[in-house]
């Protein structure tokens, strides 16, 4: 989950001026908050950060407990092991059936030439026919034992692949750079399966929101190029328009009067790539529309 987090709850409202190549307003940095959950329930071990702290993509956030997962783990690894040995004898068990067919089958052929050349009596052939019901039906037994250790070997993969996938959840890893903003849990403490752990601001992508009057509303358009400058930059950066508010507010907010219209302003969002987070979050800069 994210949000545009604001820093600082009053905005310099349509601060605005003339600067050298256009309109020049002034905003606030804005960073990228994201709640990082545990994918798992269970008792932490280790909270790995504190509010502030910098971070990088791939950082370890927390610790949960795994040891009952490893003790599942090493459980339906017996059980698989125990199988192989299962599915050995049963292979064994199937090729002598299917010996046992064969041989049943060819003695029948034998017998069944003989019979027709009244050498031997019907009851011989009627008595290898029964051999050969009972050699299928012990071949068909062992083959559906074979099939059912199969499907029990599946079934414990799959078993062992999500705890394989949850012991790897009990180390959460923050997905981006950034810094910690909220801290909710501390160590020894039990979470639940996808609450939040910590928040993180991350600092990629960042916006700033200015406001403009309703007149400079003809000469901003979405994904319009905008100057970006803030202090300690050697030069200007460039951002866009990424959302223009279909609706005015108003500058102090009061009742509208003749006097006051001057003061009814459109919010307008810029959006800046930041790979390098020169720009920081809650950082002053200057918006200059061309």
Not at 158 to 163: H, K, P
Request: hydrophobic share 45%; aromatic share 4%.
């Amino acid at each position: 989950m994210k949000k545009w987090i604001v820093s600082i709850l009053v905005v310099l409202f349509f601060s605005c001026s003339n600067g050298d190549n256009g309109k020049m307003y002034t905003g606030i940095i804005e960073g990228t908050a994201i709640k990082i959950p545990s994918l798992i329930g269970g008792k932490i071990v280790q909270m790995a950060v504190q509010v502030g702290d910098q971070i990088e993509e791939g950082s370890a956030i927390a610790q949960i407990d795994s040891v009952e997962l490893g003790l599942q783990f090493q459980q339906a690894n017996a059980q698989l092991l125990e199988l192989a040995a299962q599915r050995a004898i049963a292979h064994s068990n199937l090729q002598r059936a299917e010996t046992d067919l064969k041989y049943a089958a060819e003695r029948r052929e034998r017998v069944s030439r003989l019979v027709a050349q009244n050498s031997a009596p019907q009851q011989n052939l009627d008595d290898v026919e029964n051999v050969v019901k009972k050699a299928k039906t012990g071949r068909d037994m062992a083959a559906q034992q074979l099939t059912a250790l199969q499907a029990k070997q599946a079934q414990i993969d799959a078993q062992l692949q999500l705890l394989r996938k949850k012991l790897s959840d009990t180390t959460v890893l923050s997905p981006v750079s950034g810094f910690i903003s909220s801290k909710y849990f501390e160590n020894g403490e039990a979470v639940m399966p996808l609450a939040p752990l910590v928040e993180v601001v991350h600092l990629s992508t960042v916006k700033v929101k200015i406001y403009i009057s309703a007149q400079m509303l003809p000469v901003v358009k979405l994904n319009q190029a905008v100057a970006i400058r803030a202090d300690g930059l050697t030069g200007d950066m460039q951002g866009r328009i990424s959302w223009i508010s279909p609706k005015s507010e108003f500058s102090p907010k009061s009742i509208l009067t003749p006097e006051t219209r001057a003061s009814l302003v459109y919010a307008v969002e810029i959006e800046i790539d930041n790979p390098d987070a020169v720009l920081k979050h809650g950082m002053p800069v200057e918006v200059v529309l061309e």
